[in-house]
């Protein structure tokens, strides 16, 4: 089983940063990607920022230029960091790992006030 942990949420102002974090309890490198995904109340979950095993970055346009994903393999870890925050990025973030199985944390929550 693989475990995944996310941390690094709460609330911040509109235009301030977060950086969240996703330790994984097997190498970041061994799945296809890994993504950050959110799910904002009354709304359906989305794709917020990907890298794949081998290093390339995508992102959701609304984010893009804001976010960004990135990993550290030596710590099993995945980062999103999170500028120029807006009150519409509140939502959980969770990350994923995406293999021949699918893998999810539980989240954590993103609250930007106005």
């Known amino acids: 089983q693989v475990y995944l942990v996310e941390s690094g949420g709460g609330l911040v102002q509109a235009g301030g940063s977060l950086r969240l974090s996703c330790v994984v309890s097997?190498?970041?490198?061994?799945?296809?990607?890994m993504g950050w995904y959110r799910q904002a109340a009354g709304k359906q979950r989305e794709l917020v920022a990907r890298?794949?095993?081998?290093?390339?970055?995508s992102y959701a346009d609304s984010v893009k230029g804001r976010i960004t994903i990135s990993r550290d393999n030596a710590k099993n870890t995945v980062y999103l960091q999170m500028n120029s925050l807006k009150p519409e990025d509140r939502a959980v973030y969770c990350c994923?790992?995406?293999?021949?199985?699918?893998?999810w944390g539980q989240g954590t929550q993103v609250t930007v006030s106005s």
């Open positions: 994923n790992a995406d293999d021949a199985s699918n893998y």
């Open positions: 097997a190498p970041v490198f061994s799945f296809n990607a």
């Open positions: 890298i794949t095993r081998g290093g390339i970055k």
